[in-house]
């Protein structure tokens, strides 16, 4: 059987990995057993949260499929006041969950850089620094990057949305604000100045094909990151990109193909974290289930004060947006038990991958 003699392999090829993307059913199957096989042998049966704190929807850029685009005039916008992350934070360390990830529209003045620095100078003195703090705010200076790292963040996380230059500006406006080695070389800075860093891409975006996926695989292999975000693309009615809704697969193509795309990369990148995306759980009710079955070992429930949470959606219909965090803290411990697996509170949860790296 090619797909179980594929699975037997060390490494993986191009070639390998479209016919594993291409994998239905029993096959299918196969491979998501073996990519929890590999997760659980390396890494264990854990979960790791993040703390999710949507820090503000203000964004200079226009990506053509985010629902938050600086161009969208439905949206209310709004910005938490540094007192409210910190209290999302000190509610993150009191739930235990160990870290937390602040999120946000794009900006770069000097006051964004400025606040997000004290914040990150707030949060460290919770409870001697306990709280890891992962950053996921676009693209900035080098500068600002070793700012911010030297203030106390230790991860970020900066999509690709696809490593593949053409698809990338048809995702995405063609202009100074918009540009793919921009991107590249903000990923690049991170990773000199010593992030864990993380990348992602949409899984299942019009114009998009199972070897411009393949390659995306191959591009966080090359890069050598430590996590990775995957989830499946969902169009916003906001969005230019919506007119092109009738070209994407179905729900549920999206849905197997973003959970073989995270089976593939634990195969491919055994020790690195992966994140269970609310995308997953926004069109599947047991999607962030699945991922994790899939070889996701990361979940981030969402701290962000209920009243903003309707005004931050990337994609329509987010799911657990109603959410109380007390009522998300005790959900996501059943369901992870009932799939075999442990949250392990009060830790970072860095990757194996690169606190291995850099031993």
Not at 18 to 40: F, G, H, P, R, Y
Not at 112 to 122: C, S
Not at 227 to 246: R, S
Request: aromatic share 8%; net charge negative.
């Amino acid at each position: 059987m090619r797909t179980q003699e594929i699975l037997n392999k060390e490494y993986l090829e191009k070639n390998d990995i479209v016919a594993l993307l291409s994998t239905q059913e029993d096959e299918m199957k196969l491979l998501i057993n073996k990519a929890l096989k590999v997760k659980l042998a390396r890494l264990d049966n854990y979960v790791h949260l993040r703390g999710l704190i949507e820090l503000s929807n203000i964004c200079r850029k226009s990506c053509l499929y985010c629902g938050v685009r600086s161009d969208n005039p439905n949206v209310e916008r709004y910005t938490l006041s540094e007192d409210e992350v910190v209290e999302c934070a000190r509610l993150a360390h009191q739930l235990g969950y160990g870290s937390v990830a602040i999120q946000s529209g794009e900006r770069s003045d000097k006051e964004f850089v400025d606040k997000i620095t004290r914040i990150l100078h707030r949060i460290k003195q919770i409870d001697n620094g306990s709280l890891g703090i992962t950053l996921s705010l676009g693209e900035q200076s080098e500068e600002v990057y070793r700012r911010w790292f030297e203030a106390g963040a230790h991860r970020y996380l900066l999509r690709i949305e696809s490593s593949n230059e053409e698809l990338y500006y048809k995702i995405h406006p063609q202009n100074e604000r918009h540009d793919f080695h921009k991107r590249l070389d903000c990923i690049d800075a991170l990773l000199s100045i010593g992030y864990q860093t993380g990348t992602g891409v949409m899984v299942g975006l019009p114009f998009q094909t199972l070897e411009i996926l393949a390659d995306d695989l191959i591009f966080f292999r090359e890069k050598d990151v430590a996590m990775v975000g995957m989830g499946p693309f969902i169009p916003h009615p906001d969005t230019p990109l919506y007119a092109y809704a009738d070209q994407i697969p179905s729900v549920k193509e999206r849905m197997n193909l973003t959970l073989k795309m995270i089976a593939v990369l634990r195969l491919m990148m055994p020790e690195i974290n992966m994140v269970a995306a609310t995308a997953n759980q926004t069109i599947d009710p047991m999607g962030r289930e699945k991922a994790i079955m899939a070889g996701a070992n990361v979940i981030m429930p969402n701290l962000t004060p209920n009243k903003y949470r309707e005004d931050y959606l990337i994609y329509p219909d987010k799911a657990c947006v109603s959410d109380k965090p007390e009522e998300c803290f005790s959900c996501l411990d059943i369901r992870m038990k009932a799939i075999g697996h442990e949250i392990l509170y009060n830790a970072w949860g860095d990757s194996v991958a690169f606190t291995k790296k850099t031993k």
